[in-house]
Nanobody
């Protein structure tokens, strides 16, 4: 069983920055950050592999968000810059084993961007 604990959400003005953290009890194959805005479907925005650090970004965040990991701390980060009001959502981290869907989820952290 993988446990994920997120932190770092909050209220920020448009154009500002926030960094989210996700501490994992064990390392799997891949970690992802998702978000879900009110009334919308959950959206995958970034992924990273523990080994090699390969990353993926959704077009909606490319160039503004950066996913990174600290293997020594079993922690994944999401640095969010140039935030927009449309980035307002609950952000979740998730973990996946190789060849599997994201099966382990954090509790979610609210990010609110005021315009």
């Amino acid at each position: 069983q993988v446990q994920l604990v997120e932190s770092g959400g909050g209220l920020v003005q448009a154009g500002g920055s926030l960094r989210l953290s996700c501490a994992a009890s064990v390392r799997t194959f891949s970690m992802g950050w998702f978000r879900q805005a009110t009334g919308k479907e959950r959206e995958l925005i970034a992924t990273i592999r523990w080994s090699g650090g390969y990353t993926y970004y959704a077009d909606s965040v490319k160039g503004r968000f950066t996913i990174s990991r600290d293997n020594a701390k079993n922690t994944v980060y999401l640095q969010m810059n140039s935030l927009k009001s449309e980035d307002t959502a609950v952000y979740y981290c998730a973990a996946a084993n190789v060849g599997q869907h994201y099966a382990y989820w954090g509790q979610g952290t609210q990010v609110t961007v005021s315009s």
